[in-house]
């Protein structure tokens, strides 16, 4: 949801390239990012093929996983900024495909003829603001000393991406310096390489209704947090709201049940007493006794939401000191 354009990316680049691979294995000689075809016979539409469509099958698996889990900076930027970054670094590292395949042979006498083709060099790219600008939360540890984050699953597609070709770490390093490049405030990259604003309006009426996705019905809505760790958290809460609703229900029933309302004189005394200073043995005296304590409407009314009587809500809110955490849970258990 809220991703267009890598949906659109993620099921048209993955249905071309398992077609070309398993159907139409002869048409795969159009989509070889040729090197030497392109500087010999100036073959210029190989670098729009050649770097599009994937031939590898594993490439278009790790790649398609790796845009899945990027869709994030779409939702964060919107799909205008999105593409402009993509369609920037896509430019800039055919560019740098060109010049570290150069260097490489005058450093090293290699010649290189051929690349990996896919869409590879955007998706190496967006690791730069992946590493920048989304935060680092630690999960687990392994061994006691290896951390496992929320974003080593990332790394590790990104690493076997890195390792599934002999020369594929040309197109993560001239990925990676593209995005760098267009990530720089200096350069000014983005206020050139950019999607025009007439353009993105002609895509998003044309193909954004095909690809976009109906927010779920049989859900409740949840604010769209801008990284992975903070829907993750919305969800959770959504989850503990929804227990704490049925616990709320079964809880009601038993008080119907029972046809009575709280003892809270048996409940909460020492709770209520907790911060007073004169209050010993759990037995305070009548001068010993604070005033009682201002109830925020508002927690009120969000006990009641929950299902708990406008009494009970008052009691529980004045003898946990206004706390609406600590209320809620004794309502809960008791």
Request: glycine fraction near 6%; include cysteine; charge should be positive.
């Amino acid at each position: 949801d809220k991703a267009p354009l890598s949906k659109s990316l993620l099921l048209v680049l993955s249905a071309i390239s398992i077609l070309l691979t398993l159907l139409f294995q002869h048409y795969q000689k159009f989509f070889v990012y040729n090197l030497q075809a392109i500087k010999e016979d100036f073959q210029i539409w190989r670098l729009v093929c050649g770097r599009t469509i994937c031939l590898d099958l594993k490439d278009t698996f790790c790649s398609s996983l790796l845009i899945y889990n990027f869709r994030i900076f779409e939702r964060r930027y919107g799909s205008r900024k999105f593409s402009s970054f993509l369609l920037g670094a896509w430019m800039l590292s055919a560019l740098f495909d060109l010049l570290l395949v150069e260097i490489t042979q005058y450093i090293f006498g290699i010649t290189i003829n051929s690349l990996p083709s896919g869409f590879l060099g955007p998706v190496f790219a967006l690791f730069v603001p992946f590493y920048s600008s989304i935060p680092r939360v630690q999960v687990t540890q392994v061994l006691g000393h290896f951390s496992i984050t929320n974003k080593s699953l990332v790394y590790i597609l990104g690493l076997q991406l890195l390792t599934s070709g002999s020369y594929i770490w040309i197109l993560a390093l001239s990925g990676l310096i593209s995005g760098i490049c267009y990530n720089s405030s200096i350069l000014k990259v983005h206020r050139i390489l950019c999607v025009p604003r007439w353009v993105a309006k002609i895509f998003s009426w044309t193909l954004e209704p095909v690809f976009s996705s109906a927010e779920p019905t049989n859900e409740v809505r949840v604010g769209m947090g801008a990284t992975v760790d903070i829907q993750r958290q919305q969800r959770m809460e959504l989850l503990d709201r929804q227990i704490m609703m049925s616990q709320v229900a079964q809880m009601r029933r038993q008080r119907q049940q029972q046809g009575g309302m709280i003892n809270w004189n048996r409940l909460f005394p020492p709770l209520r007493h907790r911060h007073n200073a004169n209050y010993q043995d759990h037995r305070p005296s009548e001068q010993g006794i604070p005033p009682p304590t201002e109830v925020s409407e508002e927690q009120v009314a969000r006990l009641m939401e929950m299902g708990f009587s406008r009494g009970d809500a008052l009691e529980a809110l004045r003898a946990s000191n206004n706390d609406l955490n600590v209320a809620t849970n004794f309502l809960l258990q008791h």
